[in-house]
């Protein structure tokens, strides 16, 4: 179990980072996103593990997300992240879809908002990046 960490709130809101963002994880490795999801709650995500990729669709259809992240972990991945992140964005064009890649996947053909690190600190900071005006726009 991971270990609780406890981050004090300024003005009503979070000082933890995207703990006030809702975040949807799935995955085409069960053990590397289940690892990748106790790692990003640790660094105070606020995020929800779907699992894999054909389960993504009923999460959005149950709640709405901020984020959905679809990890990639090799290039047998591609494809079916591709065709995930197609079916998100026809449901809502707004969605931001981001995958979670190594930079050797980067010219694969990954079509969606952004392509992230898998690295739980770097990726804090890259989303932060891609998503600051669209937050900024919220407040």
């Known amino acids: 179990m991971p270990a609780?960490?406890?981050y004090s709130t300024e003005q009503g809101r979070s000082t933890?980072?995207?703990a006030d963002r809702?975040?949807?994880?799935?995955?085409?490795?069960?053990?590397?996103g289940n690892t990748l999801h106790r790692a990003l709650l640790e660094k105070g995500f606020a995020i929800?593990?779907?699992?894999?990729?054909?389960?993504?669709?009923?999460q959005l259809d149950a709640r709405?997300?901020?984020v959905v992240l679809l990890e990639v972990t090799g290039e047998h991945a591609v494809e079916p992240a591709v065709a995930t992140a197609l079916r998100v964005k026809r449901a809502n064009a707004g969605q931001f879809v981001g995958y979670l890649?190594?930079?050797?996947?980067?010219?694969?053909?990954?079509?969606?908002?952004?392509?992230?690190?898998r690295n739980a600190?770097?990726?804090r900071e890259e989303?932060?990046?891609?998503?600051?005006?669209?937050?900024?726009?919220?407040e």
Do not use: C
């Not at 929800?48 to 009923?58: I, L, M, N, R, T």
């Not at 890649?101 to 690190?117: C, M, Q």
């Open 4 to 6: 609780m960490t406890n």
């Open 16 to 18: 933890a980072p995207f």
């Open 22 to 32: 809702s975040i949807l994880l799935a995955s085409d490795s069960e053990r590397h």
């Open 48 to 58: 929800e593990y779907a699992g894999d990729y054909s389960q993504v669709d009923a």
């Open 64 to 66: 709405k997300y901020d």
């Open 101 to 117: 890649a190594d930079a050797t996947l980067e010219t694969s053909g990954l079509a969606g908002d952004a392509i992230l690190p």
């Open 121 to 123: 600190t770097k990726l």
């Open 127 to 138: 989303l932060n990046r891609f998503m600051a005006d669209v937050w900024r726009e919220e």
